[in-house]
């Protein structure tokens, strides 16, 4: 590879959120995507897409179909209709990177080092080597990174983040046709989950709202308590962003998908929102629209962020009553939903 590149549009992250921008890129400019991985090789996700966002995605790849939620709230079992669909993230990513490709983005293997905003210069490194890349438009979207702060204006102040961990195991679910999550006295700030997949196989997983990592213990206990004893197939996890950013354009940088917040705080759901979203970003820095304004009025940024003010909310004012209020909160978006009693 030579090294020194030009494009017009520069993606970092060929994740979901990078994958699926420059598909929609690649159509009006020059696209180049990278990442310091493999596309199709991350696992840090449940899987659980809404099927109306799975179906808008247009991919083929395996899936099993969900009709409700179930929730477990210590012991108390509630279930309301959801249509959803559950996907192994590796397969996702890998099929989305490949409309990518075929929409006419380039892909490097190289991982980010620094970007200069005067010159519209990007650093990679390739190896032993380090390339530059001359960009129009430079994409961030490599995922939540609390503690780099690339933009200077960017960030006013850091983002408090989760984290989940999840798993995928042999084995049947024992909640077959639903997304099952449970919330226990163990871990009352946050879930646990058992999500059927394609194959004979689940996805479990804990989530949780304190930064830093999830207790392997936590873990142990839903496996145990839900009696799962498949062999594991792969392992992952990641942060959870828990507000959206309020400045996701810089002059000719942008943020997207986990790179800009993009979850929603109160169930650690990014894929719809990311891709709900994907359409106004592309068309936005094609036509280099001020994104900062289009997103502060979205739909999706008062969502995300009125999700984010509750999670802070619950989470302040439980630590004051010295009680715990997530459960209480999941307890009653189940019953708002129009909740059928499964005990
Ligand atoms: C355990 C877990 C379970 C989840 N379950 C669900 C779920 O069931 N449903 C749902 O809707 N959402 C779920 N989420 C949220 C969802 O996974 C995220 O919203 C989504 O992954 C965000 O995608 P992204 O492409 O923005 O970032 P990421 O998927 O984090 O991708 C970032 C990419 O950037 C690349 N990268 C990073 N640094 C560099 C660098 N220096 N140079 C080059 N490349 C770089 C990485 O290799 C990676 O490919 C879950 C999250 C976690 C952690």
Redesign the pocket.
């Known amino acids: 590879m030579r090294n020194r590149l030009k494009t017009d549009c520069l993606v970092?992250?060929?994740?979901?959120?990078?994958s699926i921008l420059a598909a929609k890129l690649a159509k009006n400019a020059e696209t180049l995507l990278?990442?310091?991985?493999q596309?199709g090789q991350?696992m840090?996700?449940?899987?659980?897409?809404p099927e109306k966002t799975f179906k808008k995605l247009e991919l083929d790849i395996p899936f099993v179909r969900t009709d409700k939620i179930t929730m477990n709230i210590k012991g108390l079992v509630r279930s309301f209709p959801a249509k959803y669909v559950v996907i192994d993230?590796r397969d996702l990513n890998l099929a989305l990177y490949e409309k990518a490709v075929a929409a006419g983005a380039k892909f490097a293997k190289?991982?980010?080092i620094e970007h200069s905003s005067e010159t519209n210069v990007a650093k990679f490194a390739l190896k032993t080597e380090t390339v530059e890349v001359e960009y129009k438009k430079l994409i961030f979207?490599?995922?939540?990174?609390p503690s780099r702060i690339r933009i200077p204006q960017r960030v006013t102040k850091r983002l408090k983040c989760g984290?989940?961990?999840?798993l995928i195991i042999e084995g049947e679910t024992p909640y077959p046709d639903t997304l099952y999550f449970k919330i226990t006295k163990d871990n009352p700030t946050g879930y646990s989950w058992v999500f059927p997949m394609p194959e004979k196989r689940l996805n479990i997983?804990v989530?949780g709202f304190h930064s830093g990592t999830v207790p392997e213990s936590l873990i142990d206990n839903l496996k145990e308590s839900e009696n799962l004893k498949g062999k594991t197939i792969i392992r992952?996890?990641?942060?959870?962003p828990l507000s959206p950013i309020k400045k996701v354009q810089d002059h000719d940088t942008y943020l997207?998908?986990?790179?800009a917040g993009?979850?929603y705080a109160l169930n650690?759901?990014?894929?719809?929102h990311?891709f709900d979203i994907s359409e106004k970003w592309a068309t936005s820095i094609i036509a280099d629209d001020n994104l900062n304004f289009k997103w502060k009025f979205s739909s999706t940024y008062f969502k995300l962020n009125f999700a984010s003010m509750g999670l802070k909310g619950m989470l302040s004012f439980g630590k004051l009553l010295n009680r715990p209020l997530y459960p209480l909160a999941c307890r009653a978006a189940a019953k708002s939903r129009n909740i059928i009693h499964m005990d």
């Open positions: 970092i992250g060929a994740s979901y959120a990078g990278i990442d310091k991985s596309p991350l840090n996700c449940g899987g659980g897409l993230r190289m991982s980010y979207a490599d995922g939540f990174h984290a989940a961990k999840v997983g989530g992952g996890g990641g942060v959870l997207f998908g986990n790179a993009m979850v650690g759901e990014g894929l719809k990311i």
